[in-house]
């Protein structure tokens, strides 16, 4: 196996299990504890550096830094669990940027899918709507603290996993990147 291959799928299997430990463990009591994600972040920096030295590093500080930088808001917002938040910069450590990128969205896309499915299993379709347009006339009005109070914190709220679907994402990134490599291979 060619050395650029066998650091690949070391890093590969790193992500995945990160990411499948953690939406496990979100599943089953719906927080992502601190001693995983801090530990996997550091993990993934450390990883990069011995694989790849300097530039190795710096591609993970990005990936990091990246995830961290475009989720924040949302955990400032209380729209976003800090675990959540702290888990795609733990991935993006390992990743760097660019598939830290694709998990990401893949991630937003999964969770939104999950969202619309437990509305529609809850029966919360028009207080969902009604959120929405609460929001939205909020944010458009730049009047973000009148109205309704739509965060994780207000009762009644649905909360989503997000590491499961993190932990999705990232098992359907690995495994498209494996299938185009195997189809660059053949072609």
């Known amino acids: 196996m060619d050395n650029q291959v066998w650091k690949e799928v ?8 990160l990411a499948g430990w953690a939406g496990w463990i979100d599943w089953r009591i719906r927080k992502i504890p601190n001693w995983l994600t801090v530990s996997a972040l550091l993990a993934g920096i450390v990883l990069s550096g011995v694989l790849w030295r300097w530039p190795g ?4 500080l990005e990936g990091a830094g990246l995830c961290l930088g475009i989720l924040l808001p949302f ?3 209380r729209g976003l669990g800090a675990g959540d938040w702290k888990l795609m910069g733990a991935l993006g450590a390992f990743m760097g940027p660019q598939r ?7 991630t937003v896309l999964i969770a939104g899918l999950m969202a619309v499915v ?3 299993r809850q029966r919360k379709i028009q207080e969902t709507i009604c959120n929405l347009w609460a929001l939205f006339i909020a944010f458009s009005t730049f009047h973000v603290t009148s109205g309704r109070v739509v965060t994780l914190d207000a009762p009644g709220s649905l909360k989503i996993p997000f590491g499961v679907a993190a932990a999705l994402s990232t098992g359907a990134f690995f495994l498209a990147l494996s299938a185009l490599q195997f189809l ?3 072609g």
């Open 100 to 106: 830290a990128m694709g998990v990401l969205l893949g």
């Open 57 to 60: 590093v710096k591609q993970s």
């Open 10 to 17: 070391v890093i590969s299997i790193c992500a995945s299990g």
């Open 184 to 186: 660059h291979k053949l």
């Open 75 to 77: 955990v400032l917002m």
């Open 118 to 120: 437990e509305i529609a």
